[in-house]
């Protein structure tokens, strides 16, 4: 039986790694910037917001919807784009348990 590397680790790790890869281009990190700037959810493109093409911008929302950070709805022919305020907040705290446990003192740097 094959496995993949990643069950080499539990699946707070790989829950973790998942959501840091959602995170981890500066054009998701806008996308998600920008939504949260206007509190409201957006209809129509995005792209007219930021310097990306509509193909790329796609993909990115793509990429933060099956994360669970945003929600996007079909409404016609426009898709509605919102903050998935619950997995924010899930993010956050993800972030922060993540980072408290690797929270290093001074007298461990090299």
């Known amino acids: 039986m094959a496995y993949a590397k990643t069950d080499l680790f539990d699946q707070e790790l790989n829950s973790t790694a998942t959501l840091f890869k959602a995170l981890a281009h500066p054009a998701r990190l806008a996308i998600l910037k920008y939504l949260a700037e ?23 929302l793509i990429e933060l919807k099956n994360a669970g950070l945003i929600r996007g709805t079909v409404d016609g022919v426009r898709v509605n784009y919102c903050l998935n305020p619950g997995k924010i907040k899930e993010m956050i705290q993800i972030t922060v348990s993540f980072l408290e446990k690797i929270d290093v003192e001074e007298e461990h740097q090299c």
């Open 38 to 60: 206007v509190k409201v959810c957006i209809t129509g493109d995005i792209s007219d917001e930021l310097p990306l093409s509509r193909t790329t911008m796609k993909q990115h």
